[in-house]
């Protein structure tokens, strides 16, 4: 196995469609991981794929093989879930082994296997322990073993670190990743949020209302949104929008924002639009945009600090700058920032492709 394949599929629970016709294909070894706001259908897609759900619509493959109606336990796949959904009475050791005895598995054979997940997840002192014994860090590893006892070679979790603290799901993330990097297996991931899929990702999925908005190399995602709503999803703090708008002009297109206008590159578009800039790329002080407001929160974070600022038009616009902040709530800010590292979407949200001819 491991490459496979989605073509046009698509789930309906009645009225509701919750996969609109999705098109996708995994290599061999890939981590792909879905992201999207609540309800845009990445559980429900991960379902289909480990076949919990019944596809409506469409054909899904594995090494090139319909797998629409081959029964979960058949489509060598190993899943992670949520809820860990560990066996309460039983112990780790059994938790770890069970799916593999009740399947016959000869009991040498499950003895090395459980020996082997713990050893490789670092639970080999939990053994003798039962669920309610266990962190819940530790019971994630527990459940992410119970899938590689299976010696599966794809992997799905569904987000799988969204019931640890901050702490945890750092280490469990760098966990994630080494098990991934060990072992090589194909894994799709679901998660809403965008540091996991960030970090993890060789390529990232981003959903909305059941289709595919973007697909992409994190950092492709984050340097080229298609859309402002990928724009507005990936990084953290989010990126700043501020209404625009594109007007022609003898020289060539000139764009306003607030009272403030400059040229721009050849572009086709004229009309509203909006402008996007990250808060790692607004400066204090200016830079070839400039706007002027008031600093209404300072939020220093350690290494780096977030500054607030309300502009002259009432709207706030994120800072985020390096260091001690140099402001204070209520001091008078300038902010800009280098037009290269801004972004422009039309009034549907799309990204306006700058060089294109005017
Ligand atoms: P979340 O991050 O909140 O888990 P999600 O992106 O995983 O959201 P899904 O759980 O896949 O979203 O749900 C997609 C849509 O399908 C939602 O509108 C949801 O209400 C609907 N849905 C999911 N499962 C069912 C079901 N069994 N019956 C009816 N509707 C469902």
């Known amino acids: 196995m491991n490459r496979f394949e989605l073509k046009q599929v698509v789930k309906r629970f009645g009225a509701i469609t919750a996969v609109n016709g999705v098109d996708l294909a995994v290599a061999e070894g890939e981590f792909v991981v879905f992201v ?18 019944e596809i409506s619509d469409g054909e899904m493959q594995i090494d090139g093989r319909r797998m629409n109606e081959t029964p979960p336990a058949r489509r060598g796949i190993a899943m992670v879930f949520q809820s860990y959904a560990l066996y309460p009475h039983m112990n780790v050791e059994r938790n770890l082994g069970f799916a593999l005895e009740t399947a016959g598995m000869p009991r040498t054979e499950v003895a090395a296997r459980v020996g082997k997940a713990a050893g490789f997840l670092k639970i080999e002192h939990l053994l ?13 590893r527990v459940a992410i073993g119970r899938a590689l006892v299976r010696e599966q070679r794809l992997f799905l979790f569904d987000e799988p670190l969204s019931n640890l603290d901050a702490d945890l799901r750092m280490e469990m993330r ?19 949020d965008q540091l996991e899929a960030m970090t993890l990702a060789d390529r990232i999925v981003v959903l909305k209302d059941g289709k595919i908005v973007q697909t992409g ?3 492709e995602l984050y340097e080229r949104p298609v859309n402002r709503f990928v724009a507005g999803f990936i990084g953290a703090p989010r990126m700043n929008f501020l209404p625009a708008r594109i007007e022609a002009a003898e020289a060539g297109p000139r764009l306003t924002i607030l009272d403030r206008s400059h040229a721009l590159p050849a572009l086709a578009y004229r009309g509203e639009a909006t402008l996007g800039v990250r808060p790692e790329h607004v400066r204090l002080g200016g830079g070839e945009v400039t706007l002027t407001g008031h ?15 309300r502009l002259a038009n009432q709207q706030l616009i994120v800072v985020k700058s390096q260091g001690r902040p140099a402001v204070k709530a209520e001091d008078p800010v300038t902010v800009g920032w280098s037009s290269a590292d801004a972004y422009l979407f039309d009034d549907a949200g799309d990204a306006i492709p700058i060089g294109a001819a005017s």
């Open 217 to 219: 190399a994190p950092m």
């Open 295 to 309: 600093a209404q929160a300072v939020e220093p974070l350690g290494g780096e600090a977030l500054i607030h600022v």
């Open 36 to 53: 999207g706001p609540s309800g845009c259908g990445k559980s429900t897609l991960l379902r289909l794929i480990a076949g919990l759900e």
């Open 128 to 140: 003798d322990r039962r669920p309610a014994q266990l962190s819940g860090g530790q019971q994630q």
């Open 174 to 192: 760098v966990e994630i990743a080494r098990i991934h990097r060990e072992l090589g297996a194909t894994t799709i991931y679901v998660t809403h």
